[in-house]
């Protein structure tokens, strides 16, 4: 479960003859994920497509073009069946022809039309400044400007420039146009060098006959004309698309597929007589395998296993050969195993059923290396752990399976497993909904139960008198981290160990075990007790009920754990100086498990709080014992009668609602109340999903990860594909 | 400068009040541990937000990253329960 599933490396050697059937039964089991050949052999060159493979990419270049341009995007399907090569041949062309004349027209539409916004664009200032347009120009004693600009700058900055005897600004909303004659001797283009000061977007004017507001007004027309066209042919490409898209996606799977055919040949190497195509399969199927290829063209192939990959690195010692070699090996084509490379074989992550949607998580992150452990199963056990315990709610927990239910019925693929991930969130939050007093939406249903039932959990820790519980969760989400990060440690120490030696497992695994073990163990002895909190010790008695009490380790302990935590730092300043640096992580990522319980306190009190806004409570006890909610006016009047006894922490939105005397203001309440639970209850679950899934995922790969994970490993990508749309012919 | 930094930590040392209250500096560690981890977040965050822009197999990443100052302020935590 911690391993991927174990791949095999074959080789399928044989004569060019049979390559067509090779592939074929090959690509029908789907399962060979082949490498592309790296010229590693002497004698052998890397294979060209097939024949045909030309025109066959071609033709899906079409076709994912034309998808492309009717916006086909895969839900059009009208159902699965086979389609035939000249069928397709032919419908193909008609389609084409079709689009492509529509496409056509719809492009010069588009141009003209934007031809025609970009003059409107020119002239609508003309149009607003009123002006005839041959009036702005052509004058022999006078200059004239136009350009967007504020008026009163321009005329501010004339009235003082040099050489301008006279002017005058007309302004529309946000254009001018200037005139201004010149003084004598001026130089030409004196206005707008006196206008370099100003901010203003000078205008060419445009030459046209009319004047502008009617050659707007015609564009505006023009415009109109053009777009009824082209929401003319929009609606017939929408028809096209209608009739034709179920047809495109068969024809580009179709044509996927034999161009994957075609173009294998590419990956294998090849002589003028032989191909070998090589490439891992999980070692349970390569039998299924190569009975597959020997079905199809008898011993005119020969299909070998020539490695079982094992899971520690790469390098000769490491790989076990498989038994049937030798001799077998000799006979095969020359050169045909001189070597392996050192290739990494894909991974298939292998988790069971009810681990598997884990793998989403963990893949979030980054799938799994061969030689690496794959964490799934440890997410799979502690994800929903925190999670639940975080919320822990029953209403919110069934809320959550819910929606796990229904993504996990509905859809495939990341939906579904996010549905599965979701389901069991859920059915954790309810589990310790439970445990925290049959919590219902914060409210402690426990006290329905009939008689006067003592639940051993007083709750979250949120009311005065479960303080100390607030406090014991905190210990006790502290020694969960303690024992996730001696999993990560243990698993880091393994692989260590497995990969290299004991040195390096002692060095960069045990060094950390040590340190991380020892400064808590030391923290839960009694050596140096002062500054160290009671609750760390009482918690263990709350925790269980009393059934174990701890008063810290002895002394003798916290004095053989400072031993291992200096023990722990010389064995990393032998085996990883560089790490020293991070000696204080073991304490540190243990704390930052705190999160859990906070995270619990934060969510439990955001219920609270809704449920208090809504319903009214109070605190029992004289305000040190817990809250409970008022719900009814009766009640509340009897609590607000009771002061010594109950304090009030809130009247109450519905219980100014009296079934006694049903008046208006109480009827409003009574919805205005309920909206606000609903409302405050959604927000929580949503907050939720934010909070404690996120902060769980953090733990999983922050802390937990960061110890012995890296990813990075290869998909597997079998040689082969799954028809959607289409039918096989068979 | 420091004369007058000085004189301000005996006032307020004499003055007692909140900042002698062991409490109240813890809550202030909290609090500014928080806003240290805010702080911190606010670039995080943006960078993390423009490298999905280029590239959305980045979320991850982005998240792990964008969570990490959080700690800071459960490590300020610890004080809470110390003090």
Redesign the interface.
């Known amino acids: 479960m911690l391993r991927p599933e174990r791949m095999s490396k074959v080789s399928v050697t044989g004569s060019k003859r049979v390559i067509d059937d090779v592939i074929e039964a090959t690509y029908e089991h789907h399962s060979l994920h082949v490498t592309d050949y790296d010229e590693r052999y002497e004698g052998f060159s890397p294979g060209e497509s097939l024949d045909g493979a030309e025109t066959v990419n071609e033709k899906l270049v079409t076709v994912r073009s034309l998808e492309s341009i009717l916006d086909v995007e895969g839900d059009e399907a009208d159902g699965a069946r086979p389609i035939d090569d000249e069928a397709l041949e032919a419908e193909l062309a008609d389609v084409r022809e079709r689009v492509n004349d529509l496409n056509d027209r719809r492009d010069e539409l588009k141009a003209e039309i934007r031809d025609r916004e970009e003059e409107l664009d020119r002239m609508e200032p003309f149009a607003d400044l009123g002006i005839e347009l041959d009036l702005l120009g052509g004058y022999d004693s006078l200059e004239v400007v136009v350009g967007e600009a504020k008026p009163e700058a321009v005329e501010a900055t004339l009235a003082d420039a040099d050489g301008i005897e006279a002017f005058e600004v007309f302004a529309g909303s946000d254009i001018v146009a200037i005139f201004a004659r010149p003084a004598d001797g001026a130089e030409e283009g004196v206005l707008q060098d006196s206008l370099v000061g100003v901010d203003i977007a000078l205008l060419e004017v445009p030459e046209a006959e009319a004047s502008p507001s009617e050659y707007v007004a015609e564009l505006e027309r023009e415009r109109e004309e053009l777009q009824n066209d082209l929401d003319e042919i929009e609606a017939e490409l929408a028809a096209v698309k209608e009739e034709a898209a179920g047809f495109l996606l068969r024809a580009e799977e179709q044509l996927t597929i034999e161009a994957e055919k075609k173009q294998a040949p590419l990956s294998f190497a090849t002589t003028e007589n032989a191909f070998i195509a090589e490439g891992w399969v999980p070692t349970e199927t390569f039998s299924d395998l190569r009975a597959a290829i020997t079905d199809a063209v008898g011993d005119h192939a020969e299909v070998e296993e020539l490695e079982r990959a094992s899971f520690t690195p790469d390098g000769d010692h490491h790989t076990e050969a498989v038994a049937d070699g030798g001799a077998e090996r000799e006979a095969a084509t020359d050169g045909g195993h001189a070597t392996h490379g050192s290739d990494d074989p894909p991974v298939v992550q292998n988790n069971g059923s009810a681990a598997g949607p884990f793998e989403l998580l963990v893949q979030?992150?980054g799938r799994p290396k061969y030689s690496e452990f794959d964490p799934t199963l440890l997410v799979f056990l502690t994800f929903p752990l925190m999670f639940g315990f975080m919320i822990g709610d029953v209403g919110y927990g069934v809320l959550y399976a819910a929606i796990g239910a229904f993504l996990y019925s509905r859809y495939d693929g990341t939906f579904r497993e996010l549905g599965a991930v979701a389901l069991w969130a859920g059915g954790f939050t309810i589990l310790f909904g439970i445990y925290f007093g049959i919590d219902v939406f914060g409210y402690h249903a426990y006290q329905l139960l009939p008689g006067d039932v003592h639940w051993p959990v007083d709750g979250k820790g949120l009311s005065p008198a479960d303080i100390d519980w607030a406090?014991s969760f905190?210990v006790a989400s502290v020694l969960f981290g303690l024992a996730h990060l001696n999993v990560g440690h243990i698993l880091s120490f393994v692989s260590n160990y497995q990969q290299h030696d004991l040195k390096h497992a002692l060095y960069e695994g045990g060094s950390w075990l040590l340190i991380l073990n020892g400064a808590w163990v030391w923290i839960f002895s009694q050596h140096l007790p002062g500054?160290k909190?009671d609750?760390l010790f009482d918690s263990f008695s709350i925790l269980t009920f009393g059934a174990v009490s701890f008063a810290g380790f002895p002394v003798a302990v916290g004095y053989a754990a400072i031993v291992a935590i200096l023990l722990g730092i010389v064995l990393l300043a032998i085996g990883e100086p560089p790490e020293l640096a991070e000696v204080l992580s073991p304490i540190?990522n243990v704390?930052?498990y705190?999160?859990i319980m906070?995270v619990l306190l934060a969510k439990g009190g955001m219920a609270l709080a809704v449920n208090l806004l809504a319903f009214g409570a109070y605190i029992g006890e004289g305000g040190e014992g817990s809250f409970h909610f008022i719900f009814s006016a009766d009640y509340l009047e009897y609590i607000q009668n009771h002061p010594e006894e109950y304090e009030l922490v809130f009247a109450g939105i519905t219980t100014a609602f009296d079934p006694a005397s049903i008046g208006a203001v109480g009827v409003v309440a009574l919805v205005g109340g309920i909206v606000v639970a609903v409302v405050g209850h959604i927000v929580v679950l949503a907050l939720g999903v934010t909070s404690a899934g996120?902060?769980a995922?953090?733990l999983e790969?922050?802390e937990f990860f960061g110890n012995f994970y890296e990813g990075g490993g290869d998909s597997y990508l079998p040689f082969g594909y799954d028809r959607q749309y289409t039918a096989d012919e068979e | 400068m420091l004369e007058a930094t000085n004189e301000l930590g005996n006032v307020a040392l004499q003055a007692g009040g909140t900042l002698t209250d062991a409490n109240a500096a813890a809550a202030l560690a909290v609090g500014l541990a928080a806003l240290g981890a805010g702080y911190a977040e606010r670039g995080i965050g943006s960078a993390a937000v423009g490298a999905m822009a280029e590239d959305d197999d980045l979320f991850v990443n982005g998240l792990i990253l964008t969570v990490l100052p959080e700690t800071i302020v459960i490590l300020a935590l610890v004080v809470v329960f110390i003090v």
Do not use: K, T
Request: glycine share 6%; hydrophobic share 60%.
């Open positions: 979030g992150f406090l905190l500054p909190p609750f540190v704390i930052s705190a999160r906070a996120i902060q995922v953090r790969y922050v």
